[in-house]
């Protein structure tokens, strides 16, 4: 699909809850609802959005569907790099389960039965975010130390592995280093995703420059089969898991605007809000513009 297919497809009002699926729903996260298939699982992604890790009552009407359709997009420009989840026919799978209705099979993947790795794998090549406020105090990135003098948003010597733990529901992901990591996956399964990880991120960052953009900082995903294959899983190179910047106001010294869900941030911060449960209404020009920033992304990368 194109960009403006995509765009068009779009529903008026954000679908917040998926029922009446004739599944069992086996886990509901911020985002996606996943249902046991019997021989795979589907993954549909709803139009909910999160801030400061609690769930907003208002939803940006068609997101699940840009993030999955953006997902699609990158696992097809991946595959030299890595197997991915997707089921090969995607179209064949949605009618041969009688998943008919259009809404649905746009923010929906059909994937392999997986065992998703306990770690998180993050790739930062720009200081930003909890990377920068690291630094600002310690001098280090996760443990990693970095050359004095660098300022918000620049541009890091070398793009950086920073894996994290996977909290349970409701708390925080930790960042552990290598030796942590290897602890945790096995020390030859570790190598190969931190190489993987800086490879994808690699990619991404190169695709998304022919794109008008920068890719600043990114969150993968991995999981194994039975005969301990590894393959990408999840969502990949989207809003929600990287930080995109467009390339034409990018300028270290300042936090750069993004193409994500940073626009909503902003505005709880600004209402002062105290990040706890429950979180405040979105106003209709905040939902909107939030939608666009979205948009935006797909269009650059899609054409």
Sequence with gaps: MTSAQIAAALP?????????????????????????????????????????????????????????????????????????????????????????????????????????????????????????????????VCGIQLPAGLRQADRLPVPLFTPTTKAPKGQHDEPINDAQGAATVGPALYEKVKATSLALYQLGHDRAAQAGMILADTKFEFGTDAAGKLYLIDEVLTPDSSRYWPADSYAPGQSPPSYDKQFVRDHLLAIKWNQQPPAPRLPADVIRRTQEKYLAALKNLLG
Excluded at 16 to 21: A, I, Q, V, Y
Excluded at 49 to 64: M, Q, T
Excluded at 87 to 111: N, W
Aim: net charge neutral; proline share 6%.
């Design 12 to 140: 008026a009002t954000a679908v917040t809850t998926l029922d009446g699926l004739p599944f069992p729903k086996i886990a509901s996260g911020k985002v996606r609802e996943i249902f046991d298939l019997g021989d795979a699982l589907l993954l549909a992604a709803t139009d909910r959005l999160s801030a400061f890790d609690v769930i907003l009552p208002d939803g940006i009407p068609g997101k699940g569907i840009v993030l999955t359709q953006l997902s699609n997009w990158w696992f097809a420009q991946t595959t030299a790099l890595l197997p991915n989840h997707l089921l090969p026919d995607q179209p064949g799978e949605f009618a041969r389960r009688g998943l008919t209705d259009r809404d649905l099979q746009l923010r929906s993947m059909i994937v392999k039965k997986l065992r998703p790795l306990t770690i998180e794998c993050v790739v930062r090549g720009y200081l930003v975010g909890s990377g920068w406020s690291s630094y600002q105090k310690t001098g280090d």
